[in-house]
């Protein structure tokens, strides 16, 4: 029963995604068709198949819209300071260093302010995870016409879960 509302609201969310596009291309006309032929068929399959992808991308899309809308283009914290600070990673990348592999992290703080950190140590930092990280501000940067706050010699201090949210005071 889930799968099967699940399946419609995908099928519902591409349809008015799609049919509202100023000039559709020929994926999303193609998509459209099987959409609202309501079955799908020999070469038609691969089409059915990407409508749940492409659903998942329309999400994906507007909630990246609303986080941008939301985030504050200010910097945070002391130059120099080492502080404490409650991070949600909403971005991760492994890049080869001079020294070997560096996970770089962006976070936003619960105000929506971006920070960076370039993390070296044997913790790996998950995507959509929030933490409590201690961590050198190193310098206030701009990234992309962005003001970013960059930091240093972090540690996790520690993973914020749905159980220890209220002794953390979020």
């Not at 020929?26 to 992808?53: M, S, W």
Request: proline content about 1%; hydrophobic content about 35%; aromatic content about 10%.
């Amino acid at each position: 029963m889930e799968d099967t509302e699940a399946a419609s609201s995908d099928l519902a969310l591409v349809d008015d995604t799609f049919s509202t596009q100023e000039t559709p291309g020929d994926f999303e006309q193609n998509i459209l068709t099987v959409v609202r032929q309501g079955y799908a068929f020999g070469k038609n399959l691969g089409l059915a198949a990407a409508i749940y992808k492409a659903a998942e991308r329309i999400r994906s899309d507007a909630q990246r819209a609303v986080d941008k809308f939301n985030d504050k283009n200010e910097h945070f914290g002391t130059v120099g300071k080492r502080e404490v600070f409650t991070l949600k990673c909403v971005f991760t990348t492994v890049t080869e260093g001079l020294f070997g592999s560096v996970q770089l992290c962006i976070f936003r703080d619960t105000e929506g302010r971006s920070a960076k950190w370039f993390n070296s140590s044997k913790e790996e930092i998950e995507k959509g995870e929030t933490y409590q990280i201690k961590g050198t501000v190193k310098k206030h940067d701009t990234w992309e016409g962005k003001l970013t706050t960059m930091l240093s010699r972090c540690k996790v201090e520690e993973k914020v879960t749905f159980e220890n949210r209220e002794t953390l005071a979020l």
